[in-house]
């Protein structure tokens, strides 16, 4: 079991431009969670997919979209990149039951760096 | 809304040492509570996870404990090695939906 794996692990970017961050879940989970962390703090929710829809949604500007693909996958965009996107992105993937999720195992992250 | 603090903000003790470490959240309805390690510039690595019907979990030389009623949640290790310096956080949300983490505790074991 390959785990939760995320693509690239490092990106440099340029103020204004637009990324995409990719995640493979962990093999038998259907649920992908991403989730932002600055230097020094905890990671914050961005938001979660389920069924290739967005589930839920935290304090993120709009500038902040995903997608889920059928095959549970999904990826991460940010358009018009701020300097203070810069940060550790991380992918979170789960087992949804009902209106529960499993254990959240996470990748090892990208780390995208604006300048 | 969920709040989680955990302190202390930084330890460092000597090789050999029983230590825990502390995290208090203000929503009691939270559905699992999870600990985690996190190497410098690393994913996190899950610990233990604790369900809500559950006050404890215990793998190795780890032990997490679980109150809901007071909103506290502790991570004892037990003879401490130089090989668990990281930072460890904690994390819960109803549901187990959304994960609402701390800012995490830095852990230095000296040798």
């Known amino acids: 079991d390959a785990g939760v794996t995320q693509s690239p692990t490092h990106l440099i970017k340029t103020r204004g431009q637009q990324v995409t961050l990719r995640c493979s879940p962990k093999?038998?989970?259907?649920?992908v969670s991403w989730y932002q962390q600055a230097l020094g703090q905890g990671p914050q929710f961005i938001f979660q997919?389920?069924?290739?829809?967005?589930?839920q949604r935290g304090n993120f500007p709009d500038r902040f979209s995903g997608h889920q693909f059928p095959n549970y996958s999904s990826e991460l965009n940010v358009n018009a990149l701020l300097l203070g996107d810069s940060a550790l992105y991380l992918c979170?993937?789960?087992?949804?039951?009902?209106?529960?999720?499993?254990?959240?195992?996470f990748g090892q992250g990208t780390r995208l760096t604006v300048v | 809304k969920q709040e989680v603090t955990q302190i202390p903000a930084a330890l460092s003790v000597p090789e050999g040492e029983n230590l825990v470490l502390n995290c208090s959240f203000t929503?009691?309805?939270?559905?699992?509570l999870q600990w985690f390690r996190q190497d410098p510039g690393k994913g996190l690595t899950s610990l233990l996870l604790?369900?809500?019907?559950?006050r404890e979990q215990t793998s190795g030389r780890l032990n997490a404990s679980l109150d809901k009623s007071s909103g506290r949640s502790t991570l004892y290790i037990a003879a401490s090695q130089p090989g668990d310096s990281a930072t460890y956080l904690c994390?819960?949300?109803?549901?187990?939906?959304?994960?609402?983490f701390g800012a995490g505790t830095i852990l230095r074991v000296k040798s």
């Open positions: 093999s038998g989970h259907d649920t």
């Open positions: 604790i369900q809500s019907s559950q």
């Open positions: 979170a993937s789960s087992f949804r039951r009902g209106d529960v999720n499993t254990e959240a195992f």
């Open positions: 929503d009691s309805a939270i559905y699992n």
């Open positions: 997919y389920y069924e290739e829809e967005e589930r």
């Open positions: 994390a819960g949300g109803p549901y187990g939906n959304k994960l609402v």
